[in-house]
């Protein structure tokens, strides 16, 4: 009688173990599974240092909007405008970008960085006084990065800032090159 006792004890000891089981899973804090993608909008204010005399860039802000796709690819697009410099009396030089931006997320710790490559036009514009002005659109190719915090976690829907550091440049512009250092702010929806 005594193995049947304990037969018993251990089959009620792996009945209670095997149920308690789903409610210790279920209690445990699920890790955060990214499989949806994620749109998110994030302004954009800094300074382009260009590597001319003239400097076409100078004080810079805009704009990007974008989706991510589950598998972390992103792709949106971007428009900055810079204000520029007046080298000299009545004449200023500024340029905006418009670009097709495509990155990658990565996530390292509590910051998401993102590799780019933006295609698009850059439009320096030159003007002389208040009716004069002379302005081309060139071809504009625009590698940089991008790292953010998310205060809710990486690649968790909610608001983040980072910075942007890029390059743009406009290879038949001769001279119309920047570093571009911006801050950004945004939303993950």
Known sequence: MLKGARMTRYLLIAVFLSSSVPQVAAAAPRRSSWTDGKFSAAGLIGYG????????????????AGYTFPFRLYV???????????????????????????GYEMVFGPVEVRPFLGIGLGNP?????????????????MPGGVVTYNFNGPLSTGPFVGGDVHLTWLPAAHGVNDLSLLATGGYRF
């Not at 240092?49 to 990007?64: M, P, T, V």
């Not at 428009?79 to 931006?101: D, K, M, Q, R």
């Not at 030159?126 to 004069?132: A, E, P």
């Open 125 to 141: 514009t030159l003007s002389v006084g208040v009716f004069n002005s002379a302005s081309t659109a060139y071809f504009a190719l």
């Open 49 to 64: 240092i260009g590597f001319d005399s003239s400097n076409e860039y100078g004080f810079g802000f805009g704009a990007r």
């Open 76 to 102: 949106g697009p971007s428009f900055i405008y810079y204000v520029g410099t007046s080298p000299a009396n009545n004449v200023t030089v500024h340029t905006f970008t418009l670009a097709a931006e495509a």
